[in-house]
Every structure is written in C-alpha cells, then in structure tokens.
C-alpha cells in the first residue's frame, strides 16, 4: 500500500510542478530557467508533443546551446521523427555536445539508435574524445 500512496503522492507532486511552470510560462514565456524544466516534465510525463514545442521554442532562444539540440533530438526521436531526430542531434555535436557514452545509452534516442547516421554521430563524437 505504501508504494501506491509514494507513486500517487510522486504524480501529484509531478502535477503541481507542472502547473506551476504552465503558469510561470505563460507570464514570462521567454525565460529559459522555466522552460528547461518544463521542457523536460513534459518528457517525464508523457506529453511528448507539448516537450516537443518547448524545445523547439528553446532553440530560438538559445541557438547555439547543444544541449538544447540535443533535447530537441531527444523529442523528434521519442516522436517517431527520425530524421528530424538526427538533424537535432548533429546540431547538438556542431555546438559542442561531447558525450557519446550517455548519447549511445539514451532511452529517449532507442528509436534511432540503429540508425547508420546515429552510429556515425556517435563514432565521431568518440573519436574527438
């Protein structure tokens, strides 16, 4: 019993940060230290298509910040949209994204992980280190 109230005391929680940064968002919608988050809660709960506009608002605001790319590939992966994927995730590399080992073990990335061009960004990246 104690595991069912934990997870639905950790769902609550997930919701009551997740209207908090809705709200925070839409008063100050071009803040980076609230959309990061958002960004990513939206991920953790599934919501997949919203974490994909908040990335791609991220873009704009900081286009040359890898992780932010990297973020993006993450979304056009757990989306289906592999080549979109692979283009966020070369952006990631060009701005200066370097870790390869946690690239390759990526949950978010399975969709494309067999993919000859991840494979290429992947080998790359481990060759520059």
Not at 7 to 32: G, H, S
Not at 86 to 115: C, P, W
């Amino acid at each position: 019993m104690s595991k069912k109230l934990n997870r639905r005391d950790a769902e609550r929680e997930r919701q009551v940060e997740l209207n908090f940064l809705e709200r925070v968002a839409t008063r100050i919608p071009k803040e980076t230290w609230v959309l990061k988050p958002l960004g990513d809660l939206y991920t953790r709960c599934g919501e997949f298509e919203k974490g994909l506009q908040v990335d791609l608002n991220l873009t704009q605001l900081c286009p040359r910040e890898p992780e932010v790319w990297y973020n993006l590939g993450c979304s056009f992966a757990l989306l289906e949209r592999k080549e979109d994927a692979l283009i966020a995730l070369g952006k990631a590399v060009e701005f200066g994204y370097t870790d390869a080992e946690y690239m390759r073990s990526d949950e978010d990335l399975s969709s494309i992980q067999n993919h000859p061009e991840f494979e290429k960004l992947v080998i790359g990246l481990e060759e520059k280190a």
